[in-house]
């Protein structure tokens, strides 16, 4: 079974502009979660999809949204890119809602953003 | 604030050599998962443990949960190269319904 995968892996941008992510899931997933890692802040939730609806959200200003597919695929988006957006961003997926407990997460290998 | 403190930050050992890895909390969580992630590459899940007090063992990892579920432990038993990585412990809040991330401890066993 294939695991999931982020397009692209890398990815430059200056700021002011806006930048979309992909997640694909793990075949039969219907969760979708995403994260920021920064050497700072550590691995932080952005927020979680299930069957195409926001299920959860952290504490991020509304440049970042995001936005899930009926195929479960799910994409995320930032705008007006900022210096400090410069980071590792990761998506996990999960047979169902994540944050129970009991569900295990899958990461991807995740899209590192330069905002220069 | 963060709400998951995990020590050391960085440690560097020889091959063959024991250690432990603390993830403390001033807050109770209903669950605390360990990961562990190589360059390139995201978390991998090594364990998830729930009630307190429990010892779960992964080889020659052992992760511990405290009693009263604001903290967890992992040991490694004669670390060997291929346990390089940043660990990770996340722990779920009861009603939250989302993981909240340590700070990380990144290992590094020589040969």
């Known amino acids: 079974k294939a695991g999931v995968t982020q397009t692209p892996r890398y990815l430059i941008k200056t700021r002011g502009q806006q930048v979309t992510l992909s997640c694909s899931p793990i075949?039969?997933?219907?969760?979708v979660s995403w994260y920021q890692q920064t050497p700072g802040q550590g691995l932080q939730f952005l927020f979680e999809?299930?069957?195409?609806?926001?299920?959860n959200k952290g504490n991020f200003p509304g440049r970042f949204s995001g936005r899930q597919f009926s195929n479960s695929r799910s994409e995320m988006n930032v705008s007006t890119l900022e210096l400090g957006d410069s980071a590792l961003y990761l998506c996990a997926s999960s047979l169902a809602p994540s944050g129970g407990g009991q569900e295990t997460q899958y990461f991807g290998p995740g899209t590192r953003l330069l905002v220069l | 604030t963060q709400l998951l403190e995990q020590s050391p930050q960085f440690l560097s050992i020889q091959e063959g050599e024991n250690l432990t890895v603390y993830c403390n909390s001033s807050?109770?969580?209903?669950?605390l998962q360990w990961y562990r992630q190589e360059p390139g590459e995201g978390p991998v899940l090594l364990v998830t443990v729930v009630t307190g007090g429990e010892v779960k063992k992964l080889k020659r990892l052992t992760f511990q949960f405290g009693d009263a579920r604001k903290d967890s432990s992992l040991h490694i038993t004669a670390a060997q190269p291929g346990d390089t990585g940043l660990y990770l412990c996340?722990?779920?809040?009861?009603?939250?319904?989302?993981?909240?991330f340590g700070t990380g401890t990144r290992l590094k066993v020589l040969a």
């Open positions: 807050s109770v969580f209903s669950s």
């Open positions: 999809y299930f069957s195409e609806t926001q299920r």
């Open positions: 075949s039969g997933h219907r969760s």
């Open positions: 996340a722990g779920n809040r009861a009603g939250t319904y989302k993981y909240i």
